[in-house]
């Protein structure tokens, strides 16, 4: 038996991050490591329990078998609710067959027989590649007050920016006039954040219709949201103000985790009033050597440092020998660099050796062309040689591949 729900949210998180490469070859992009303890899907779904909603759906396609795993009852969110709490929803075989998600819109429509089952007024679509914290519980009430069938969370962007979005042109009353699916010339700096609110029986009429056109590429963005907006639905634009970040490139995700040792970005993870939770082990304290040098950094549990760390951010059992430098760095869980070695501006994935006197990376003032400098990434299990040199904007998977970005 299942509890009727105000709102039911689902969480997109079947991407495959192609832009994160070597980082997401063997994980979805909700599953790469944050913020040393986090995860990206941390984020959507601790926003989800602070806000009251305890029905969440986690659409799931690419790599699945990490983030569920991670996931798992969804106790470390107080989502292990009987009738309830979280659930794993991968594409499955229906009696016409078996369909990958082909967007979108019909990644929902492939799963409105588990939004009904809980019989909602209310379906809040979310991503699950973004770093913020947000009370959907306003925006809900700005819909219901709003009397909308369609509400779209917004955040003003740079001008120069406003082209990589979907930009909302609004009128009178927060009612939004248009939408533009990333256009070359926006009318307005309004970006659509991904997180919408429908009215669950206007949803399910326009997905069954989205389906059936062919011409169709069954998005919101692309296909959903302007048909509802030329039908003349009442749409509206609910205005964020707070800390945003789409963490689908390498330099995004490096500027993310870079963003939490900044005092003036407006991201207190230490916030007991909204908790970000995550599921990691329990671990011992970080070890921080007698001759070691730590500043302006994030060294997390089980960590150990005998060298020099500035302004980065270590994941739980990094280890950082005596005489290594590590700055302006992401380390994730397991990384080890060995004594003497050099890392600047690099992202080291889960369980990385960096041995004895090599160098990975390299700071954009040591560039004379500025175009040819960026993080340099080095994948999941990857041995750097000793000695070895990896240069700016690398990217080393455990192939051996040095492809550049």
Known sequence: M?????CVAM??????????????QKIAKPAVPYGGKYRIIDFPLSNCVNSGIDTVGVLTQYQPLELSDYIGSGQAWDLDIADAGVHILPPYQQTSGADWYKGTANAIFQNRNFIERYDPEYVLIL?????????????????????????V???AVEPEEAHRFGIVNVGDGDRIAEFEEKPEHPKSHLASMGIY????????????????????KNDFGHDVLPAMLKAGEPMVAYPFEGYWKDVGTIDSLWEANMDLLNPNVPLDLSDPAWRIYSNNPALPPQFIGAHASVQNSMISEGCSVYGTVDFSVLFPTAVVEEGAEVRDSILMPGVRVKAGAKVQYSILAENVTVGENA????????????????VAVVGEHVTVAENERIPAKAMVDAKGGGAHA
């Open 153 to 155: 969370a917004v955040l």
């Open 359 to 374: 160098v990975v990376g390299e700071r954009p003032e040591d560039k004379e062309n500025l175009e040819e400098w960026g």
């Open 2 to 6: 299942f509890r009727k729900q105000e």
């Open 197 to 216: 609110i429908f009215s669950w029986a206007k949803l399910k009429a326009y997905l069954e219709a989205d389906e059936q056109n062919p011409a169709s």
């Open 11 to 24: 969480l997109l998180a079947g991407g495959q991050g192609s832009r994160l490469y070597t980082l997401t």
């Open 127 to 151: 991503s699950g590649d973004h770093i913020y914290k947000m009370d959907y519980s306003n925006m809900l009430a700005f819909h219901k007050s709003h009397r909308a069938a369609c509400t």
